[in-house]
Structure formats: structure tokens, C-alpha cells
């Protein structure tokens, strides 16, 4: 095909609801409305080649599947797309349905198109254990890509788009699962990068979709509110013309209606009955300039009574993703309450179109879209860095694309947005991953507070740290911004690779001795044999897999000695078997060695060991039952024995009887702080008579600390017996 691409000009077409099919006439005729002729024919160049490529393939609707490209093209144009990125539109689907292959698509319209192209591409080449796990890799490589060109994830929520408009054709299930991961996924990205128009056209298809019965409930009480409402909006309208006509000032005024989602999204997040939602009437007034907005701010609060505490200025403090406006809830005719918006035709654009806008109106203005997502970018590379699989990552990503926020000041004045109920950790972790991995404390309005203090929108927050601060695996039951998790995830498992390397390293030379041999004399040899038939990439990968349990000490070592093994004598290779290296436990091996909690071993009591897979070693008393018979778990079993002298504290179970008076748990906790140790837990098990059961979880050096801790507790003239648990 040789035809050259109409140039006939054409109106801007509606927004949202276009015909079903596209004419490549039509849309190269809305081209020439913007971009200039040779772009135009590069682009019909690219159709032509997207058509032969698809020939013969059909949509499950039963219709030519181009007509999909297209469409999907159609979308972008309608953003003023630049014809790179419509190209990339019309072929974003040859790479993975067709026979085309990357390196042709970049020879045939160059590498950057070709970029765009396999962004928006699944990994289809790729076999993946799950669904969820195929899906989320792939959108981690297409979340990677936009990292270096937004406009990939502009194709791909056009893209998705037009797959929403025409789901109908899909089975329930895949109806369902489709509209779950917009919700989830799409829609969020779409309101992250201010694009309000498509994030609400995907919020609504998808609420059709996947909630089909709710959203026609929600839509029939709508319908039964709308003549009163009709009425009630056009009073307002009329009022607020009426007040800029009589200040000379041009502008525009209309009603919003909300869409049902949001609706629904109101109710079920704010615990909300419908009439507490419907009843707010939304206006947005639109004028020329900044400070025009707040002389119209001042005449609306002066034609009806603001409700106190529900004004927000997002013109001097921007929304995250750019979006500016001023927001006031008044009290109306009757009482009913009034939202009013207020923004600037410029604020409009960007609120519609978000970074979109930036590639036909280039702003210099602080809420710059473009400059807030290259924010957002960066968290999103920093999160995949520290994320350990794709299913990971995209779980970081999911929590961090909620749109209610919150915004903080540092001591300097700079804003921070954080999403609604961020801690002090998250806020660390937003100004730089190092000032979070060593926060030790904070002041919020200059008084120290907890690291786990939750923040309020307009609060100033030092962060207090130190060199050596670590951090901590229970911030993690508060933290909830992605790039915190992912950071503190990261630390943790990398802590744990490293303390698993040094404990692999012990075991395998407690196990080598035996043979009177360490790993340096290890013949090289025999080691990188070794290494290649368990698939290993070094000697720090075997140690690690001997850490964390998934490999055993003994048998490497025998594999690694070989043949200097069968040369040893009979006896020698009985007292090797009957006798192991043990391993000397000294406290402070971190997270790859445990202690039980079913019997709680202390310095002092005999002990010995399991593996468990992936967590290293878990350290029992000798008599504990859960180590099971020796016959049966040898193969897991470890010989272990305490270090001379172990470090630190640990925690063990004891039964204290008591007589049941006022004061007696205080005398009790009193005695055992007195022998420096300190109680995590108390629980009162039973009371028979005058008798209270108490057991506590307590902290100890040794064996015979605790000793000392039960005689003073015995000296208790209200103790009347005392026993550690288990027995």
C-alpha cells in the first residue's frame, strides 16, 4: 500500500466517548491539527507496517485487530501526543503477538520507537511459575522502562483504555481479573501522574466491570436524587455568575457531578451512607490568573459561610502529582453543603491531562508534572534496587500509589508529601534511604516523639540520627510508604545474607576439622567441581545456603574432602561420623540463628540444633520434645555447645505462684529488676483460692543468673512456689 494520508483538517474529537472503530483517515486528518506533514507520513508509515504485521489476526470481538492499534493511537492524539509516541501506539502490540522482533522494528523507525515498543511488551518469552507472578514481572519491566521514557506508561494506559471500552467481549473471569488489576494498578498510576481525565474513565469501566451490582445501585439512587439536585446546582451556578459579573472578573463556573466510583470509593473508605456523600454539591470555578483564584476565594466565602477546617490550598502546596486548586466547602441554600474548586485554565489543563500536558505546554512552574513524576521515577528505580523478586516490588509499588497525603516540612521548609498515615520512618526514608537507614529519633514542632508517631498535614520534622544506627525489623509493622518498606526489606535480607555467609563459613570448617582440614586447604579443583554441579556462582553462595540451612555442613564437607576421605582408616572415618565439629553459639549471630520458643535455651543448659530451611539454625534444649528422636531428624540435627562466654541477654519462661494480694505482681516485677534482668511479658494464667498463677517471659545472662533471680524470688514471703517452664 502506497496511498498518502488525507490532510483534510478536523475538529477536536469528544474526549471519552468515541465510536467503537477508527478510520485512519479520520485520525490522520486530527494529526494535521498539530503536528506537521513529514511527522504525519512517518506515522502512516508506521500504520501500514502495524497493518501488514497484524493481517489476519482478529480481536475476540471478531473485528481486525489494527483497529485496536488505532484506537489506542487515538487516545495519545487526543493528549497532543508527539508522533514518536503515536508510532509506538500504533506497533505497541508486534512485538509480542507477531513474528516482527525488536531489532526490526528499530531498523525499520528507529531505536527510540523501538524502546517504546517493547516497554509497553509482556515478557511472554518467559515461564513463570504463577499468574501474579508472570504480571508482576511484567509490569516491573514496564514500571523499569517508563523510568526512562514516561511516555511508555502513557501507551500502556491508553492502551489499557481501549481493552476497558471493549471488555464485554471477554469471559466474566477475565472481565473480572482485568478490571481488579486497573483498579489496583492503571487507574492509581493514572491519578499518580495527574491525568485525571483517563484515571476516572478507567475508575468507572472498571467499577462496571468488577463490581457490576454495586455500581447499578449506586446509579439508581443517583437517578432518583437528580431533579432535586438539578435544581439546587442551577440556583448555585447562578449565584456564582452573578458575584463574578458584578467584580468584572471573566471566568467560568459548573457544576461537578461525581462519578460513581468515587462515590462508592467515599462510602466504603469513610464509612459513609449515601445521602452523607450525595449531598455535597461540587462546583469548580475556572478564571485567568493565580491570585484572581483567592479574590474569588474571598467572594464565595462571603456569599455563603465556609465550613471550618475543610480548606485546602493546593496552589501554594501542590498535590504530588502536580495538581493545584483551591478547595472550600461552604454552607448553601437550605443548609446543603457546597464543595467549590478554583483554579486557572492552566490549572485545568494540568489537572485534566497531568504529565501529558507537559509535551504540548512546556510549564516552568513548580508544579510542573513532568518534574514531580521524574520525583516518583526515582522512588520507583530505588524501590526495584532494593526489592527481592517482581512480586515484591510491585506490592511496594501498589502501597505507594494511594492519593490521600499528607504534607510535612523540613527544618529548612522544604514539603514532603506523604501518603495519609506515614510515620516519622517513612518521612526519613522520603528525604534519602541513608538519613532513614540511621534514624535513631525525631522531633515533631521541635518535642522529641516516637519513631512510630503518626504525622499531620502542616507539622515540621527534624530527624535525629546516628553512624552507627541500623535498622529494625519492627518498623515494619508501622512503616507505609513503598520506598520505606523496600528500603528497611533490603537492609534485612542483605544483614541476613551476610551474617548466614560467616555462619556457612563456621559450620564448614567445624565440619572440615574433622578431617583435620579448613576451607583454604580445600583443593581449588575439587571446590569449583563442586560449585558447578550444585549450580552455584561462588563459594559465597554455598556458604550462604549453608547459613540459612538449605544445604548441609556435614555432607559438603564429605563431598569437598573426596577421596582424601577414603584414604582415612576405618576408625578414623567412625570417630569423624560419631563425632562432628560442634559449633560454638555465642548470641550474637543476628537473624540465621534462632533460639526456640517452645523451651527457651539459656547459656548453661545442654543444647542442640536443627536446620530450618531458609532460616538458618534454631537452637533447643537437649530435652526439648520438638527435636523429635535423634534417629529420625539426624540429617537436620546439628552438635552445638555455648561459646565461653556468650553475649548478651536471653529470654526464658518462668511460673510463679503467688498469693493473691494487692500489690503482688508489683513486688514480684520489683525483685526481678533488683537481679538486672528485665520482663518482656506477664500473663496470669489461673486463680484458685488465694492463689494467682503468673508467668513471666524474662531476660538472662546464664543459667545461673536466673538461679538467682528464683532464690531472691523465693525470699518473697507471698511466693509460694517457683518453677521454670517447660519443665
Not at 506537521?36 to 500504520?47: G, H, K, L, M, V
Not at 506508561?153 to 471488555?167: F, G
Not at 515533631?444 to 499531620?456: E, G, I, K, P
Request: glycine letters at 6%; one cysteine or more.
Amino acid at each position: 500500500m502506497t496511498a498518502a494520508p488525507p490532510t483534510a483538517r478536523a475538529p477536536e474529537p469528544p474526549r471519552c466517548a468515541e465510536p467503537p472503530r477508527y478510520l485512519i483517515s479520520d485520525l490522520c486528518a486530527y494529526l494535521d491539527t498539530y503536528l506537521p506533514p513529514d511527522q504525519i507520513r512517518e506515522f502512516y508509515r508506521a500504520y501500514l507496517f502495524g497493518a501488514e504485521a497484524h493481517d489476519g489476526q482478529k480481536r475476540k470481538s471478531g473485528e481486525p485487530y489494527i483497529y485496536h492499534p488505532v484506537a489506542v493511537a487515538r487516545i495519545l492524539a487526543g493528549m497532543h501526543m508527539d508522533y514518536k509516541c503515536l508510532m509506538a501506539a500504533l506497533l505497541h502490540d508486534v512485538i509480542e503477538d507477531t513474528d516482527i522482533a525488536k531489532a526490526e522494528v528499530a531498523a525499520t523507525f528507529g531505536d527510540e520507537v523501538a524502546e517504546l515498543v517493547d516497554g509497553v511488551s509482556k515478557l511472554s518469552q518467559i515461564d513463570f511459575g504463577s499468574r501474579a507472578e508472570a504480571q508482576a514481572a511484567s509490569l516491573q519491566k514496564m514500571l523499569l522502562a517508563m523510568t526512562r521514557d514516561i511516555r511508555v506508561i502513557l501507551i500502556k494506559l491508553a492502551d489499557r483504555l481501549h481493552n476497558m471500552r471493549t471488555l464485554d467481549a471477554m469471559r466474566p473471569e477475565a472481565c473480572r481479573r482485568i478490571s481488579r488489576e486497573t483498579l489496583e494498578i492503571y487507574a492509581p498510576i493514572a491519578n499518580r501522574l495527574g491525568i485525571n481525565r483517563v484515571r476516572i474513565e478507567l475508575e468507572e469501566l472498571g467499577f462496571e466491570h468488577h463490581w457490576p451490582w454495586r455500581r447499578q445501585v449506586i446509579h439508581r439512587a443517583v437517578q432518583r436524587t437528580q431533579g432535586a439536585r438539578i435544581e439546587m446546582i442551577s440556583a448555585v451556578e447562578h449565584a456564582l455568575r452573578e458575584t463574578l459579573a458584578q467584580e468584572a472578573i471573566p471566568g467560568s463556573v459548573e457544576g461537578r457531578r461525581k462519578h460513581l466510583y468515587g462515590i462508592y470509593r467515599k462510602m466504603r473508605d469513610k464509612q459513609r451512607a449515601f445521602e452523607e456523600v450525595i449531598d455535597v454539591f461540587a462546583f469548580r470555578v475556572i478564571v485567568d490568573r493565580v491570585d484572581t483564584c483567592y479574590r474569588v476565594l474571598g467572594m464565595v466565602h462571603n456569599l455563603y459561610k465556609p465550613v471550618p477546617g475543610r480548606f485546602k490550598d493546593y496552589i501554594a502546596i501542590p498535590k504530588a502529582n502536580g495538581y493545584q486548586s483551591l478547595h472550600t466547602v461552604l454552607v448553601g441554600p437550605q443548609g446543603v453543603q457546597i464543595e467549590v474548586q478554583i483554579r486557572t485554565e492552566d490549572m485545568q489543563r494540568m489537572a485534566e491531562s497531568g504529565i501529558a500536558a507537559h509535551w504540548l505546554y512546556k510549564s516552568g512552574e513548580s508544579a510542573n508534572p513532568a518534574a514531580l513524576a521524574a520525583d516518583w521515577l526515582q522512588n520507583l528505580l530505588e524501590m526495584q534496587r532494593e526489592a527481592g523478586n517482581s512480586v515484591e516490588f510491585l506490592e511496594n509499588v501498589k502501597v505507594d500509589l494511594f492519593p490521600d497525603e499528607v504534607y510535612v516540612f523540613t527544618p529548612k521548609g522544604r514539603i514532603i508529601a506523604l501518603k495519609r498515615g506515614a510515620t516519622v520512618v517513612d518521612f526519613a526514608f522520603a528525604i534519602h534511604s541513608d538519613i532513614g537507614n540511621t534514624c535513631v529519633a525525631a522531633r515533631v514542632d521541635r518535642r522529641l516523639v516516637a519513631l512510630s508517631t503518626v504525622l499531620r498535614s502542616g507539622q515540621r520534622v527534624e530527624i535525629i540520627t546516628a553512624p552507627g544506627a541500623k535498622p529494625n525489623a519492627s518498623w515494619l509493622n508501622f512503616v507505609t510508604t513503598g520506598k520505606a518498606r523496600a528500603s528497611i526489606r533490603s537492609y534485612l535480607k542483605n544483614l541476613k545474607q551476610r551474617e548466614a555467609l560467616g555462619l556457612g563459613k563456621r559450620l564448614l570448617n567445624a565440619e572440615l576439622s574433622v578431617f583435620e582440614l579448613d576451607l583454604e586447604q580445600v583443593a581449588a579443583p575439587r571446590l569449583a567441581a563442586y560449585l558447578d554441579e550444585a549450580k552455584l556462582a561462588n563459594l559465597d553462595a554455598l556458604l550462604v545456603d549453608i547459613g540459612l540451612g538449605n544445604r548441609l555442613a556435614a555432607l559438603v564437607a564429605r563431598r569437598l574432602v573426596g577421596a582424601e576421605l577414603e584414604e582415612l582408616s576405618a576408625e578414623a572415618r567412625h570417630e569423624a561420623k560419631a563425632h562432628p565439629g560442634r559449633l560454638a553459639i555465642r548470641g550474637t549471630e543476628g537473624m540465621v540463628v534462632s533460639f526456640a520458643r517452645c523451651c527457651r535455651p539459656i547459656p548453661g543448659d545442654t543444647i542442640a540444633a536443627q536446620f530450618s530451611p531458609g532460616r538458618g539454625i534454631v537452637v533447643h534444649r537437649s530435652e526439648c520434645r520438638n527435636l523429635g528422636s535423634p534417629e529420625r531428624k539426624r540429617d537436620r540435627r546439628l552438635a552445638v555447645e555455648w561459646a565461653g562466654a556468650p553475649e548478651g541477654e536471653f529470654s526464658t519462661e518462668i511460673r510463679v505462684e503467688i498469693g493473691n494480694r494487692r500489690g503482688a505482681l508489683a513486688v514480684v516485677a520489683s525483685a526481678v529488676a533488683e537481679q538486672g534482668s528485665n520482663i518482656e511479658t506477664v500473663v496470669s494464667c489461673e486463680k484458685e483460692g488465694m492463689t494467682t498463677a503468673l508467668e513471666f517471659v524474662i531476660l538472662v545472662r546464664s543459667r545461673v543468673h536466673l538461679a538467682q533471680i528464683m532464690r531472691r524470688l523465693r525470699r518473697i514471703p507471698l511466693v509460694e512456689r517457683i518453677i521454670r517452664l517447660p519443665r
